[in-house]
């Protein structure tokens, strides 16, 4: 990160890099896109008329119209756009960003240039504030949306594929296709006695088979919708995947929609984290399929960054906890994707708990005092006490891959509750980013002070509603 402010024929300069761990095209949409740009930039967009020339019309953040607007001077999609800005207050400011590639992702250049005036200082930190802004809007692009239906968690996606329907059709039901971009193997049974045709379109209520180590139910679905090129929608499991296709200038608009169980560890709420960045790889996989190119690289430093952006947006491993005359009992869980034997091992590195004996490190945090360790069972459970109460550690199988940990506390109901959320919390986000690679040290205290924080306006919420 380079950040400068210099004098400049009278008035001022200031440039600033960034990078991101996203390809110019996906950083592009977060620069051109209405939505996006207005997520970031000091003001909403009203109207954007993307070509040389074209004008760029801003409001306030109320929605009231104003007089501000800007002038494209250069446009190079992917690559660079340039402004001029017209301020009545402040005068004319010439803006400029440009994206280089950089391995998988790019490097950022902007730079902003105006007549002197007083206010360079604060619009150097105000920018600084915004290419923040920008960082969080460009890792929510692509991000499925979450709903819950009936009790069950729904992911959405949506994605501009240039292709015509038709096309994206095949890579959605031929077998040899699906294979290519799908997370397991995919095809529809045929009845017995005949011989599948390779353009054979999928019948409703036929049933289907998923291969590649997939076992009892996980192996087993059925075709739910079937309308070329438009709709085709199946059950896998105790889930739903939805596949619409839209025409539109230049492709389509593919609509994806995953419906989960709702019930368990293989589809609950907390299983989006898990969830959603595998269909971001698959359909990154599937635009690849289709434009005839290699997929992305995707790395476990990859998934860490989209797992914790699923978390953090949807509130994925908020704790709770619930009171029991002069009690009161935590619970925080996460979903990991590794098996029990590997969180074992990073949670004791080398040194397993022994009843009597001082609970080792990583099953512990600062804001407690831990005493002895009461119970084990050997890559599965520890117990230990506390000051006021117990904690108990329990690492369950999760189907059809990883494990789902989960950490109770009880302490006195005069403890701080909000506080002990907030450090358990930060403890295992900080247990999920050391699975995958990332440790990180020392410990993040302003993390478990703004969790603390939002822990204790949650409660109080819900506690005046209970009134």
């Not at 110019?24 to 051109?32: E, F, G, I």
């Not at 950022?108 to 206010?119: S, Y």
């Not at 971009?181 to 379109?201: A, I, L, S």
């Amino acid at each position: 990160m380079t950040d400068t402010q210099r004098r400049i024929d009278g008035g001022w300069q200031l440039r600033f890099e960034r990078r991101y761990a996203h390809p110019p095209a996906k950083v592009w949409r977060a620069l051109t896109d209405p939505e996006h740009l207005s997520a970031w930039y000091p003001f909403p967009v009203a109207e954007l008329d993307l070509r040389v020339g074209g004008i760029i019309r801003f409001r306030e953040p109320d929605g009231t119209p104003t007089d501000l607007h800007a002038e494209i001077t250069e446009l190079e999609p992917h690559r660079r756009l340039a402004f001029t800005e017209f301020d009545e207050e402040t005068g004319e400011h010439r803006l400029r960003l440009t994206l280089e590639p950089d391995g998988s992702g790019c490097v950022l250049t902007f730079e902003h240039t105006f007549a002197d005036n007083p206010w360079a200082e604060q619009t150097f930190t105000g920018w600084q504030g915004c290419l923040d802004a920008l960082q969080a809007t460009v890792r929510r692009i692509d991000l499925g949306a979450l709903d819950d239906i009936d009790g069950r968690p729904v992911l959405r996606f949506e994605r501009s594929l240039a292709h015509p329907p038709e096309r994206v059709w095949r890579a959605l039901t031929d077998p040899a296709e699906v294979a290519q971009w799908f997370p397991v193997g995919v095809d529809t049974v045929p009845e017995v006695g005949t011989v599948p045709e390779v353009d054979t379109v999928p019948e409703v209520g036929a049933p289907m088979r998923f291969t590649t180590d997939m076992r009892g139910e996980f192996a087993e679905g059925q075709v739910l919708e079937c309308e070329p090129p438009k709709v085709y929608a199946f059950r896998w499991a105790r889930s739903v995947l939805r596949f619409e296709l839209v025409a539109e200038a230049g492709g389509c608009l593919l609509r994806f929609s995953h419906t989960l169980n709702g019930t368990d560890t293989t589809g609950d709420r907390p299983s989006v984290a898990r969830q959603g960045p595998g269909w971001e790889q698959c359909l990154d996989g599937l635009a690849a399929v289709l434009d005839g190119t290699a997929p992305p690289d995707r790395d476990r430093l990859w998934f860490l960054g989209r797992a914790e952006t699923y978390v953090e947006e949807y509130r994925l491993a908020d704790g709770t906890w619930s009171r029991n005359g002069d009690t009161v009992e935590m619970r925080v869980e996460r979903d990991l994707v590794q098996n029990p034997e590997v969180v074992w091992s990073t949670l004791t590195e080398g040194d397993p708990p022994v009843v009597g004996a001082a609970a080792p490190v990583r099953f512990t945090h600062g804001y407690l005092e831990p005493g002895a360790v009461t119970g084990v069972e050997p890559g599965r459970a520890v117990d230990y006490a506390v000051a006021g109460g117990a904690v108990r550690f329990e690492l369950r199988d999760q189907e059809p891959i990883g494990t789902r940990l989960v950490v109770t506390q009880t302490l006195p109901v005069s403890a701080d509750a909000a506080l002990a959320l907030a450090a358990w919390h930060t403890h295992l986000e900080l247990l999920f980013a050391a699975l995958h690679g990332d440790v990180r040290c020392p410990w993040p205290e302003e993390r478990t002070e703004q969790l603390r924080r939002r822990y204790a306006e949650r409660d109080g919420r819900q506690a005046s509603a209970g009134e």
